[in-house]
């Protein structure tokens, strides 16, 4: 069973950086295209940063060169190092993979709900004044 579990979130003042962590169990993550996705209040959840299974990258407009998706140097990890957070960032971040083979970054930033088979459950990010 595949199983993907967030940590790092938290409070952080606006323009402060935050590091999120997804630790992957039931497979060999690394050939799986992952994702972050953010779900701000009230809003719906859409792809913040991805990897493909080629291991290309690809990020929303809105958080490029801001954040930068990567292996955790752990086994089995998916980081999302964040600087120059904005208050539009508040978010619930969710840690999401797909074992379709192929599945580039872009097609990974652009899935929705039923585009990802494997879903954590989230960890706020939110912005202290």
């Known amino acids: 069973q595949v199983d993907l579990v967030e940590s790092g979130g938290g409070s952080v003042q606006s323009g402060g950086s935050l590091k999120l962590s997804c630790a992957a169990s039931?497979?060999?993550?690394?050939?799986?295209?992952m994702g972050w996705f953010l779900q701000p209040p009230w809003k719906e959840r859409a792809g913040g940063a991805a990897i493909g299974s080629d291991g290309s990258t690809a990020y929303a407009d809105s958080v490029k060169g801001r954040f930068t998706i990567s292996s955790g140097n752990a086994k089995n990890t998916l980081d999302l190092q964040m600087i120059g957070l904005k208050p539009e960032d508040t978010a619930m971040y969710y840690c999401a993979s797909d074992p379709a083979l192929g599945m580039t970054a872009i097609q990974a930033l652009g899935a929705d709900y039923y585009g990802m088979d494997y879903w954590g459950k989230g960890t706020m990010v939110y912005m202290s004044s």
């Open positions: 039931g497979y060999t993550y690394s050939r799986f295209a």
